[in-house]
C-alpha cells in the first residue's frame, strides 16, 4: 500500500499563478527564528513570498503554482528545528479578527476626533476668561460641531449597537448609560451652540468614546490572541487520517478533508480523528479520553469509534460517520446542551455594576432638573444643569475599571501556561471554593510512563527500548521512550497481538505478553498495581517484567497541598474502576472521591454542592466530562483534551504540571480584586464630582478634566496585576 | 484674527492626514504584527552571497 501526504485541503489560489499556504509553526520567539525561517525557506526556487509573523507564530508562504508541494514546506521547517503543520483560519478567529480591526478605526476616527476638537476647545476656555468675541466663540463652536458629529456618529457605533441590542431584549448594560450620555451630550451642544451658549460640550463627549473605545479594543484584542493561539494548537496537533483513495491505495489527508461516508485505515497505535463504525478488522480500543474508563473496550465489525480513542493492537477499517466531532453520544450532547443553558443565565460584573448604576444617575439628573425648576431657575438652565451631570457621571472610569484588569491578567496567566476561552472566566474562577478533579488525562498524564524502570538493569532497559521501537503498540511506544531508545534492533519481527521478536549475537530477544516471553510466573508478583498493563521482556533465559501505566502530573501533590493551603475544597469525580481511582486518591491524599460515574451523576454532584452555596471549579478532560464542565461555576481543561471539552471549558492549560491551576487562580483572584477595586476608585470619583454637577458650576474644562483623570486612575491601577502570579505553587 | 482662516482648514487637513495615514497603516496589515515588526527593524540585511541567486 502506498501513502502519500495531502496538503491540497489547505492550498489557496492567491491569482496569477500563484499558490499560498499558511503554516502554524511551534517554538518561534525571536527575530533569530524569524530571519532563519524566512531566509531557510526563500532559499527554495520558486517561492516568491516566506513571511513569519511573530505574534501569532505563522508563516505565510507563497510559490508559482505547480512547481513545488507543500509538503517540502514542512520538511524544511523540520531540517531548520521547528514543528510546522498547515492551519485553516477558523470562522471564529476570522470574526475576532474583523471586529478587532473596525474597533481600531473606530478609535483612530475618535482620537482624531477628539484632538482636534481639544485644539479648538482650549482657546474657547481661555477665550473665556479674557476677551474672545462671542462671534469667535461660536464659529468655534460650530467648527467643533462639525468634527465631533460625524466622528461620534462613526466611532460610537459599537456603544449604539450593543445598547440597542439590550434594549430590544428588554434588559440593560453598560452601553446603555454610555450612549443616553452622549448622545444627550452631543444634542445638548448643538442647541446650546445655536443660541450663541457660552458652553458646550462636543469635546467631553468625544473624548469619553476615545477612552471607552481604548477599554474595548483592549479587551477585544485579548480574546483575537486567545484564539489565535488556540487555533495555532488545533493545527499542531496535525490530526490526519489514512484514507483509501483507491481499493489498496490510502493517502494520509488532514482531517478537515475527511467527509462522512469516506473509509479511513486505523493502525495500531493511531489515534482515532473521526467518528465512525468499524467495517473490517478486529482490535482493541482504548476509550479513557471519551469515558474516564482505562479499561481497554474490544471492537470489531459494527462497533461504533469515536474521535480521541486509541487503536491498540489490531489494524481497523472505519467508515467515517462524521468527520471530526460533529457527531457525538446522544446523552453526552443533550446534558451538554442543558448545562450551557444554565451557564449562559451568569451576569459579569460589569453589567452587575451597571444594572445598580444606571437607574441612579438616571434618577439623580432628573432630581437635578426637577430641583433647579422648582429653586426657580429657568427650564433651559436646569435641563443644561442635568445634562452636565450625566456627563460627569457617564462611566469613563467604569468601561475601563474591568477590561483594562482583564487584559493584564490575561497576559499573566498566558505567561503561566493558561489561555481563557470566555472574558468573564477570570472573576468566575476567582469566586471558586470547591475543585473537582477528573482522573485520566487530568491528574494523571495523557501518555504512558514505565513505573519500575529503576528495578530493571540499565543495559537490559536499553535494549528492551530498542526493540520496541519496532513495534507500533502504545505500551511498546512508551517503553521506548523511556528508554531513550533511538536505532531499532534489526530484523526485529513483530507478531500481531503478541509482541516483537529478534536475535541478536545469537540470543533470543522477546518483547510483549508475558506468555509470549514465558515469563507468566514472574507476573504474579508484579500486578500490584490494577491500572498497570504489564510487559515482559526476555533475554535467552533472563526475563523482565515492565509495569506500564499513566503516571501522575508531575506535580499533583504539590497542587492539591496548595490547593488545601488556600482553603478550597478537592474532590475527584472518574469514570473510572475503583481500585484506580482509589489508588490516585490515595497518592494525593484526597479523602472525597468517586469512581465509575456517569456524566449525568457528575453534574447532580455539581448540582448538589450548588446547592449548598459552593461554587465549583471542574477540571477534566474526556468528552464525557464536556457536560460537567459547562455545568460547573468555571471549568478547565488540559491541552490534551477531548476538542468538545476544550471548547467547553473556560479555561485551557497547557503542558504537563498541573501548576497552572493554582497559578490560574491565584491571579483571578488578584484580578477581581483589583476589579472591585476599580469600580470602587469610578464611584468615589463620582461622589467627589456628582455634588459639584448638581450645583451647576461644571464646565467643560472641569468635565474634560475629571474624566480624563479618573480614566488614567483607573488605568495605573489595574498595570498593578501584572505583577500576579509570579510565585507558583 | 483673519489668520485664522488659514490656520484653521490648515490645523484639519494636517490631522486629517494623520487620520488618512491611519486608516490606510490598519488596512495594509502593518498592524498584524507588531512584536514581530519590532525586530524587523533591527535584524540583519540578507547575506550577500545570497543577493546574486536571486537574480
Known amino acids: 500500500m502506498q501513502v502519500t501526504r495531502d496538503f491540497s485541503h489547505y492550498v489557496r489560489d492567491a491569482g496569477e499563478g500563484v499558490q499560498h499556504i499558511d503554516l502554524a509553526v511551534e517554538g518561534v520567539h525571536c527575530a533569530g527564528c524569524m530571519a532563519k525561517i524566512e531566509r531557510g525557506l526563500s532559499a527554495i526556487p520558486d517561492v516568491t513570498l516566506a513571511r513569519v509573523n511573530l505574534t501569532d507564530r505563522r508563516v505565510a508562504l507563497e510559490w508559482k503554482a505547480g512547481t513545488l508541494d507543500p509538503g517540502r514546506f514542512i520538511d524544511r521547517l523540520e531540517e531548520l528545528g521547528y514543528k510546522a503543520y498547515p492551519f485553516e483560519t477558523e ?59 460625524p466622528a461620534a456618529a462613526y466611532a460610537g457605533q459599537p456603544f449604539f449597537r450593543s445598547a440597542w441590542r439590550a434594549l430590544s431584549a428588554k434588559t440593560t448594560n453598560m452601553d446603555v448609560p454610555i450612549s443616553i450620555g452622549v448622545i444627550l451630550a452631543l444634542g445638548m451642544s448643538v442647541v446650546e451652540t445655536i443660541h450663541h451658549a457660552e458652553h458646550a460640550y462636543f469635546d467631553a463627549a468625544i473624548m469619553l468614546l476615545t477612552f471607552l473605545l481604548v477599554g474595548r479594543f483592549l479587551d477585544q484584542n485579548m480574546r483575537r490572541r486567545t484564539r489565535a ?16 483513495i483507491g481499493a489498496d491505495e490510502i493517502s494520509q489527508v488532514p482531517v478537515a478533508a475527511i467527509h462522512p461516508g469516506d473509509i479511513v485505515l486505523l493502525r495500531p497505535g493511531e489515534r482515532c480523528a473521526v467518528d465512525g463504525t468499524v467495517i473490517e478488522g478486529r482490535s482493541e480500543i482504548d476509550q479513557s479520553l471519551i469515558t474516564g474508563e482505562t479499561l481497554y473496550v474490544t471492537a470489531e465489525q459494527g462497533t461504533p469509534v469515536y474521535a480521541g480513542s486509541m487503536n491498540i493492537s489490531g489494524t481497523l477499517r472505519v467508515r467515517v460517520s462524521a468527520a471530526s466531532e460533529a457527531t457525538l453520544l446522544a446523552e453526552i450532547t443533550r446534558l451538554l446542551d442543558n448545562a450551557l443553558q444554565a451557564r449562559s443565565r451568569y451576569m459579569r460584573l460589569a453589567d452587575r455594576a451597571s444594572r445598580l448604576y444606571a437607574p441612579v444617575v438616571h434618577a439623580t439628573a432628573l432630581l437635578t432638573i426637577l430641583g433647579w425648576v422648582v429653586a426657580g431657575a429657568s427650564w433651559h438652565d436646569a435641563i443644561v444643569t442635568g445634562v452636565a451631570v450625566l456627563i460627569i457621571t457617564c462611566p469613563c472610569a467604569l468601561g475601563l475599571a474591568i477590561p483594562t484588569v482583564q487584559t493584564i491578567a490575561s497576559g499573566a496567566m498566558f505567561k503561566s501556561g493558561v489561555l481563557l476561552n470566555s472574558g468573564d472566566a477570570i472573576e468566575r474562577l476567582a469566586e471558586a471554593d470547591h475543585v473537582i478533579f477528573d482522573k485520566t488525562g487530568t491528574l494523571t498524564l495523557p501518555d504512558l510512563e514505565v513505573m519500575n524502570a529503576a528495578d530493571i538493569p540499565a543495559d537490559i532497559f536499553e535494549l528492551a527500548g530498542r526493540l520496541a521501537l519496532s513495534s507500533h503498540h502504545p505500551v511498546a511506544a512508551a517503553v521506548a521512550q523511556a528508554a531513550g531508545a533511538k536505532s531499532p534492533v534489526v530484523g526485529a519481527v513483530e507478531e500481531a497481538g503478541q509482541g516483537v521478536r529478534a536475535t541478536v549475537d545469537g540470543v533470543e530477544l522477546r518483547l510483549g505478553r508475558p506468555s509470549f516471553c514465558g515469563a507468566e510466573t514472574l507476573v504474579g508478583r508484579a500486578t500490584v498495581d490494577p491500572e498497570a498493563s504489564i510487559v515482559a521482556f526476555s533475554k535467552g533465559n533472563e526475563k523482565f517484567v515492565l509495569s506500564v501505566r499513566q503516571g501522575l502530573r508531575p506535580d499533583a501533590q504539590a497542587v492539591i497541598a496548595a ?14 474502576r475503583e481500585p484506580a481511582v482509589k489508588a490516585a486518591a490515595h497518592a494525593l491524599e484526597i479523602p472525597e472521591w468517586r469512581a465509575g460515574v456517569t456524566p449525568a451523576d457528575k453534574i447532580a454532584r455539581i448540582e448538589e454542592l450548588k446547592q449548598r452555596g459552593a461554587k465549583v471549579l471542574m477540571v477534566g478532560d474526556g468528552m464525557n466530562d464536556a457536560p460537567s464542565l459547562a455545568a460547573a461555576h468555571v471549568s478547565m481543561s488540559p491541552i490534551s483534551a477531548a476538542h468538545l471539552s476544550q471548547a ?11 501548576a497552572p491551576v493554582v497559578a490560574a487562580i491565584d491571579a483571578s483572584r488578584k484580578a477581581l480584586h483589583l476589579m472591585r477595586q476599580n469600580l470602587w476608585l469610578a464611584i468615589g470619583y463620582n461622589v467627589l464630582a456628582v455634588p459639584v454637577a448638581i450645583s451647576g458650576v461644571v464646565t467643560p474644562l472641569i468635565a474634560a478634566a475629571a474624566m480624563s483623570g479618573s480614566s488614567i486612575l483607573v488605568m495605573l491601577n489595574s498595570l498593578r496585576a501584572r505583577s500576579a502570579s509570579r510565585e507558583i505553587v | ?30 498592524y498584524d504584527d507588531l512584536d514581530g515588526a519590532a525586530w524587523r527593524a533591527i535584524a540583519d540585511d540578507e547575506p550577500p552571497q545570497e543577493a546574486p541567486a536571486k537574480r
Not at chain 1, 229 to 243: D, I, S
Open chain 2, 1 to 30: 484674527m483673519e489668520i485664522l482662516v488659514i490656520l484653521v482648514p490648515l490645523a484639519l487637513m494636517l490631522g486629517g492626514a494623520g487620520l488618512v495615514a491611519f486608516l490606510w497603516s490598519l488596512k495594509s496589515g502593518q
Open chain 1, 229 to 244: 493561539v488556540a487555533g495555532n494548537l488545533a493545527a499542531l496537533k496535525a490530526e490526519t487520517a489514512a484514507k483509501f
Open chain 1, 91 to 149: 470562522s471564529a478567529e476570522v470574526a475576532e479578527v474583523a471586529e478587532s480591526r473596525f474597533l481600531l478605526r473606530c478609535l483612530g476616527v475618535a482620537a482624531f476626533a477628539t484632538m482636534n476638537v481639544m485644539m479648538l476647545s482650549i482657546p474657547v476656555w481661555s477665550g473665556n476668561v479674557s476677551d474672545m468675541l462671542p462671534e469667535q466663540r461660536d464659529f468655534f463652536h460650530w467648527l467643533s460641531a462639525l468634527i465631533a458629529l
Open chain 1, 648 to 658: 467547553t471549558a473556560d479555561l485551557v492549560f497547557l503542558g504537563r504540571p498541573l
Open chain 1, 563 to 576: 490547593l488545601k493551603a488556600r482553603n478550597i475544597g478537592i474532590e475527584i469525580l472518574s469514570g473510572d
